[in-house]
């Protein structure tokens, strides 16, 4: 059996989030302005992602994102909600490739891509503990 034996393209995830001073560009320290965050709207399209494959896997297996490259287009105020959502584009062995997009209340607020990579999430651990 397949790890991919449950995951098909097309497959959609979703997430959201309200803008909150948690998730701001000053909170992340990612720039000087009170609205929500690249690096939190790229942790949402990653959750977004995560949220459709993960339940798939057998147990024990997990994603771990890999690669990232969007574009933050609009700003989205404090009190504004903004959600993500992600499709399987393609199955390459254990990489999986996502659009991910990103909506506020009024309009598309970033688009891009996001690879994800399954592994075993105790030898993942493992691994990672031995390399440091």
Do not use: C, W
Not at 17 to 29: L, M, Q
């Amino acid at each position: 059996m397949s790890l991919t034996d449950n995951i098909i393209t097309g497959l959609i995830g979703t997430a959201q989030t309200e803008v909150s001073d948690k998730n701001t560009a000053i909170a992340y320290g990612s720039g000087g302005i009170s609205v929500f965050a690249t690096p939190a709207m790229i942790g949402l399209m990653e959750k977004a992602a995560l949220s459709s494959v993960d339940p798939m896997l057998p147990e024990g297996y997990t994603t771990v994102g890999i690669k990232v490259d969007v574009e933050h287009m609009a700003a989205t105020p404090v009190g504004g909600y903004v959600r993500a959502q992600s499709r399987l584009l393609e199955i390459d062995g254990r990489r999986l490739v996502f659009d991910v997009q990103a909506h506020d209340d009024k309009r598309l607020v970033g688009r891009g891509t996001h690879e994800r990579f399954i592994v075993q999430a105790d030898k993942f651990l493992q691994r990672v503990t031995n390399e440091n």
